[in-house]
Nanobody, 126 residues
Framework: QVQPRESGGGLVQDGGSLRLSCVAS????????IGWFRQAPGKEREFVGAINWSGGSTFYADSVKGRFTISRDNAKGTVYLQMNSLKPEDTAVYYC???????????????????WGQGTQVTVSS
């Protein structure tokens, strides 16, 4: 299995937007739900959102609901996290991770995911 790779992070002003990408190679990519998590300095890793294997179902943390959108393109082996109306409290390292097992529902528990990426820094300035 190959680790996913995140990209697209950067510095943005309060109210701005960014789109993160999570690329995971392999023929079985389309069988797995993908989760997004984030970790701010001095805080625990927290669930941001997730998308099921087909892309037909998404789930979001209350803190990002209505502002963030997850989508996937299985042909490209890529999951996207579109982040709009960013706030300073969204500042964190963002990680994507692949669900432990194929064809199972998403979970908010990070222990339900394997093959974490290295993360990409998102900084929102006030």
């Amino acid at each position: 299995q190959v680790q996913p790779r995140e990209s697209g992070g950067g510095l943005v002003q309060d109210g701005g937007s960014l789109r993160l990408s999570c690329v995971a190679s392999g023929r079985t990519f389309s069988r797995y739900a993908i989760g997004w998590f984030r970790q701010a300095p001095g805080k625990e890793r927290e669930f941001v959102g997730a998308i099921n294997w087909s892309g037909g179902s998404t789930f979001y943390a209350d803190s990002v609901k209505g502002r963030f959108t997850i989508s996937r393109d299985n042909a490209k082996g890529t999951v996207y996290l579109q982040m709009n109306s960013l706030k300073p409290e969204d500042t964190a390292v963002y990680y994507c991770a692949k669900r432990n097992n194929a064809f199972v529902a998403v979970t908010t528990n990070p222990e339900g995911y394997s093959y974490w990426g290295q993360g990409t820094q998102v900084t929102v300035s006030s």
